[in-house]
Each structure stands twice: as structure tokens, then as C-alpha cells.
């Protein structure tokens, strides 16, 4: 592809190379492989389902060496509130309160989120906001006929120069009511960690968000920790960062030529939250917990997700100390025998899932010993798993790679087959799904950090169409944080209980039972 020397120098400043920005052409053009399913991760087959005494231990393990580990919680945050209020939006273009009633226009419709929303819009955490911006720009509210007055109060929500709240990122968006305050999702998260993500009475945190919104975050953190602080007898350290742009990808038209705006300059665009592991990559500590920022609860209900957060955290600590001890021995050398080897072995294929089928009776006790070496010394990451109940998302599953190979990953499905009968199948008979409940371990059996970006498979990286100022264009997404992004990282999977997945995909997800705060 022959760019211009403008070309060139957009290329250089986003901190990208003309190599890079050929290859990712080179993608669109030749398309993505989907990943290969093997099978579905069910209970016993991938997925731990801890008894009783097993979380005990893990609770107890987790809690006795909580004191020693540097704990951090990372939260990505840079989503906008936008796909919040959809439904509101197409509400307000679709609905003339002077053409027809509302309940017309719920019968016409059949637009359940719509009577969803009306009948509980009293319990948004942030309606006392609303009702004095509501009386201030309508003051004949109260007057005014049922749909009439439920159109006042959604764009009293969404216009502009009145709430806004489209425009403020998920994080901020007032989330639960308490007698005495009301928190946004990022205070939460700081309540949650002070449970189960803090170290001698002190908790960091990383929330990565937009560049644009740093400002109004900051802010909100500066009047939010000390009261926070005081009140939990816990010390707070937070931290931001941004989507690097050297993460960006270029787009393409249709026929895969350079996207082009109207100035004639390239265009650029986040390729999704894989880009995130650049950001994880710089994080500092011996444990860390990752959640998105919309999957919070309300105070009453966070014992149980600490206690869920604390199981996980204790099972990996577990693996990870047996793991170090035998990466120790591995290394050493001198004095292991083959009843060590094949008890290191076991260890690998009954705990880690991780089996030697190339292994024969020809195989020396060097290559063994290598070959343990290099499966073992790696990242690693249990993550809690969800019985699915269908919810929308990816999930747990054995997948095949090119070279035969078959490890457990977290697929999305965007990255299947789906017109192939035997993938779509195996897709479908999944029984949990992925609800982002991790905890990782980003350190060698010396304690030294791992470089995660040594860890990516590059080829489960995906395309999507998208349009930009009318206009189709093809995006590429490089592989999940969760997905693609950590495939070499060994991989345990846990059955966790649906209180763990509290996500707020819509506005109406508020006025579920684990948002709903104590009453006044």
C-alpha cells in the first residue's frame, strides 16, 4: 500500500510503524480463522466446582497470606453511558404524545422496556437530581398527560443542557440510593475492594478510562476518598490510565482500501478492550482482580461478593505456590528423578489442565524437564464461572489451535463459526458463561513480572463492521483482554453463583433486586 508523506507522519504520531499498519491491511484482506472448538468446559470437565471445605481452605489460605501480597484491582471504565439510555432515545423519536397515549403506544409496540421503565423510574438512585431539573424546565409536569410527562422526564435525563447522562461515562453515573448518600459505580468499586482486594488496611486501585473523561474522574475521586477512606479505616491509592493510541487500528472501506475522513486524513480507531493488556502490562503487584465497572452491587449484598472474590483469589494462590515450588525444583535440576517428573506432571494435567500428549516412551528426561518448564512458568488466572441462564456473552471452552494442541480459553461469539453445524452446536451446549470475574497472578516462580504481551495469540483477533458519518467501514478489534489476549496464560476455571453477575447493560438493570439499596 503506498501512503502519502501526510499518511506517513499520522502513522508516526499515533506511535504506530508502517510495518504494523501494513500488517493490519493485510488482515482485513486475508480475513481471520475462527477459533477451533474442541468442547464446551462443563463441571469436572474444566470447570472446578469447590465443595464446602475446599472454599473454606481457600478462604483461609487467601486470608492468611493476605497481609504479605500487594493487591490491585483493575477496572476498566472507559465505557460511555450511551448504550445505557438506547431504548430512551427510540422512545423519544418514536413516541408523539400528541398523536396517541402511551398506552397505545405500549400496546402498538409491545415495548416491555418502556412499561418497565415508567413503572420504576422512582427508583433511580439519581431522582432527585432528576425531579429538580424535571420542575425547572417543566413546571407544568404534574399537569401534563402520562406519556407527555414520561417524555419530560427522559429528556430531562438526556438533553443536553439539561442531565446529560449519555454524555457521562458508565462510571459515574449515580448507581445505588443509601439513607445518607448515593454512589456512583466507581465508589462502589471502592467499597468492594476495602472487602476483599486490600492488604494491611491499604487498597489500590486502576481504573483505565477515556482520555476525555479523566477530568471529571479525577474530581469525583478527590471528593469521594477521604469520606470513603475514613469511614472503611482503609488507605486508598488510585490510579487512571488511557487506551494507548499506538493501540488504534486503521479501518477500511468495504473492499478493504484505508477509511479516509472528509479531511483526507486516515482513520483510526480504538480496537476494543484487548488493547487494555498494554495498560494491565504496567501494573505492579503480586495479585490483581479485574471486574468491569458496571458489575457492582449495592453495600448490603457485597459480603457475598467478597466472599466469592476471596474463594477465587485463595485457589489461585494455592496452584501458584505449588506451581513455584515445582518450577523451583524444575530449574535447579540437579537431584530431580523421574518420580519427581511424573508427579510434576500429574500436577500439571489434574490442576492446571495442561496434558502431555506428545510425551511417548521415547521422550528423554531432558525434554521432560524443558517441556514443564515451558508450560508451567507462565501467567495465571482462575476465573469464576457463571451457570448460564441465558445471558449474552462469551464462555468457557476446550479450543483446538493449529498445531493440535487444546487448552481452555474464554470464546466469544464473534470468534465461531457459527455457519459450521458442529461449532454452532458445541457453542450452544455451553452450560456457564464468562461474567469477567477474574484474579491473576503476572509473576515468575522468582517473583519477577512476566511481559503479558509475550502471552497474546495475535490470530484471535476479530473484524467488525461499523459505519463512521454514514458510511460502512470494516474495524479490526485485537484479541480480548479476557480472550485472546491472555490464551497462553494458564487457565482455571471455577463455578461461582449468579449473585457474582450484576452487570448494567440498560438503565431498566437498576431496578434489579441487587441494585436496590437500602430504603429511606
Known sequence: MNFSERDLEQIKEKGLSLDEVNDQLRVFKNGLKPSKLYAAAKIGQGIKKLTDSEVQYALSFYSSCRDDLEILKFVPASGGATRMFKFLFEFLEEFDPQQESLDLFLKRTRNQDIEKFDKNKDKLAFIDGLNAQLFKSFPDYNNRSQGDALKCFVRCMLDGDKLDLAEIPKGLIKFHRYPDSIRTAFEEHLYEAGYYASSNNKALLHYTISNKHLELFQSHKKEIL????????????????????????????????????????????????????????????????????????????????????????????????????????????????????????????????????????????????????????RPIRVCGMVKNEGQPGG?????????????????????????????????SSATHFNPVDLVCGIRDYRGRAFDLTQFVDHKAAFISEKTHLGKPLKALELPGLWNGSMANWITIFVEVPIITFNPVKTVNDLFGQMHQAMSR
Open 395 to 427: 464462555g468457557p471452552f476446550w479450543v483446538q489451535d493449529e498445531e493440535g494442541n487444546i487448552s481452555l480459553q474464554i470464546v466469544e461469539s464473534s470468534q465461531v463459526d457459527n455457519s459450521d453445524p458442529a461449532q454452532d452446536k458445541i457453542f
Open 226 to 377: 477521604p469520606v470513603i477512606s475514613k469511614e472503611l479505616g482503609i488507605e486508598f491509592e488510585v490510579t487512571f490510565s488511557v487506551q494507548e493510541p499506538s493501540t488504534d487500528t486503521v479501518a477500511v472501506s468495504p473492499d478493504d482500501i484505508p477509511f479516509r475522513n472528509t479531511d483526507g486524513s486516515l482513520l483510526f480507531r480504538p480496537s476494543g478492550h484487548g488493547a487494555l493488556l498494554h495498560n494491565l502490562n504496567k501494573m505492579d503487584a503480586d495479585l490483581i482482580f479485574i471486574k468491569n465497572i458496571d458489575n457492582v452491587v449495592s453495600s448490603n449484598h457485597i459480603e457475598a461478593i467478597a466472599r466469592n472474590k476471596c474463594m477465587l483469589a485463595g485457589t489461585l494462590l494455592q496452584l501458584q505456590k505449588r506451581s513455584h515450588q515445582y518450577l523451583q525444583r524444575l530449574y535447579d535440576e540437579e537431584g530431580i528423578t523421574d518420580i519427581d517428573i511424573e508427579q510434576i506432571q500429574n500436577f500439571t494435567r489434574d490442576s492446571l489442565n495442561i496434558s502431555a500428549s506428545n510425551f511417548s516412551e521415547k521422550t528423554t528426561k531432558k525434554e521432560k524437564i524443558d517441556w514443564l518448564k515451558q508450560v508451567m512458568n
